[in-house]
Structure formats: C-alpha cells, structure tokens
C-alpha cells in the first residue's frame, strides 16, 4: 500500500509564507510524478502545481506561478511546496497526489492522472 502524508497547513497573515510536506511511504519509486491540489470551500477541487523527477520538471497554475515552488527530496520520499506571497484566495485544503505509473507531466492537472491521494492540510490565509 502507498501512503501518502500531508503536512505543514496553518494559519497564516496575507504575505506570509508556508512550506507544505508530503511524505510518501510505501512500494512506489521516488521519481514518480506527484502534484498538489487545493479545494476551498464551496469550489471544486483544482490543480496548484506538479513536479516530476526533479525540480527541472515542473509545471503550475497560472494563479500561483512565481509565487509557489514545488520540489522534492526523492532520497525521502517526500515532495515540498513553498507558498510565499499568500492571499486570501490560497485558503483550502491542500492535498498531494501521486502517479505511480510514470513520471511524465502529461495531463499534470487533471485528478485523474493520479492514483494515490493524501488526506489534506488546512491552509487558511487571514487579511
């Protein structure tokens, strides 16, 4: 079984910056292509940005692009998404994903890419 573990959410001012975690454990590859979305109340979820063996493979949302960086320390199994900058409109759940079959960004922003899902962090922006 692939686990896949969300952490470092919160609560944060406007401007502020936050460093999501997503550890994964399990029988899977370290360079798998993995992702991270977002849902905020009341809206579906959507795409913020994926990563594939290194950080020379990225893509993101165009609303969090310059201000978002995704990366990962395959030696852990773990992905990272720095969130400087933060608004209001950040506040959701954030949730990592994982493709265990291949570690191609193609079709990074759909969810059905993705085939291990985490539980969710709460990120909540004040202003």
């Known amino acids: 079984q692939v686990q896949l573990v969300e952490s470092g959410g919160g609560l944060v001012q406007a401007g502020g910056s936050l460093r999501l975690s997503c550890a994964a454990s399990?029988?899977?590859?370290?360079?798998?292509?993995m992702g991270w979305f977002r849902q905020a109340p009341g809206k579906e979820r959507e795409f913020v940005a994926a990563?594939?063996?290194?950080?020379?493979?990225?893509y993101y949302a165009d609303s969090v692009k310059g201000r978002f960086t995704i990366s990962r320390d395959n030696a852990k199994n773990t992905m990272y998404l720095q969130m400087n900058g933060l608004k209001p409109e950040d506040t959701a759940v954030y949730y990592c994903?994982?493709?265990?079959?291949?570690?191609?960004?193609?079709?990074?922003?759909?969810?059905?890419?993705?085939?291990?899902w985490g539980q969710g962090t709460q990120v909540t922006v004040s202003s």
């Open positions: 994903a994982l493709d265990s079959t291949t570690q191609s960004l193609l079709l990074a922003t759909r969810e059905s890419k993705y085939n291990y």
């Open positions: 399990g029988r899977i590859s370290s360079t798998y292509a």
């Open positions: 990563i594939g063996r290194s950080e020379r493979n990225t």
